[in-house]
């Protein structure tokens, strides 16, 4: 599969589940955050092992703002089949979008 491959509109100080890698393959994806609000607000994006946690060593970015209006993309991270995309906001109206593609092992 390629293109699309998870979707959130982040509640506040909630963690959320964005994209699981399947069992059987491996992706490189692309994270786009974008801020629907006017003011700063602060994610956190882990690559974890387990569902709706974030462990201190799966932490990418940890309370990094990003401005009102505005976005922030990390892209090419390689991921391994279980492996989960999970965000975190201080604020809600955050929205993010996965890109990528999928392979078989």
Same mark, same amino acid.
Request: proline share 0%; aromatic share 4%; charged share 20%.
């Given at each position: 599969?390629?293109?699309? #491959?998870?979707?959130?509109?982040?509640?506040?100080?909630?963690?959320?589940?964005?994209?699981?890698v399947p069992i059987g393959? #491996? *992706?490189?994806?692309?994270?786009?955050?974008?801020?629907?609000?006017?003011?700063?607000?602060?994610?956190?994006?882990?690559? *974890?092992?387990?569902?709706?946690?974030?462990?201190? *060593?799966?932490?990418?970015?940890?309370?990094?703002?990003?401005?009102?209006?505005?976005?922030?993309?990390?892209?090419g991270i390689a991921l391994?089949?279980?492996?989960?995309?999970t965000m975190y906001s201080?604020?809600?109206?955050?929205?993010?979008?996965?890109?990528?593609?999928?392979?078989?092992?």
């Open positions: 599969m390629s293109g699309v #491959l998870g979707t959130a509109d982040l509640a506040a100080t909630t963690i959320v589940d964005v994209y699981t393959i #491996l *992706s490189s994806v692309n994270v786009n955050i974008c801020n629907r609000n006017t003011e700063i607000v602060k994610i956190r994006l882990a690559l *974890s092992d387990a569902s709706v946690t974030q462990d201190n *060593s799966e932490f990418m970015e940890y309370d990094t703002a990003i401005e009102g209006s505005g976005v922030l993309e990390r892209t391994d089949a279980g492996k989960i995309i201080d604020t809600a109206n955050v929205s993010v979008v996965v890109t990528g593609i999928e392979g078989a092992v």
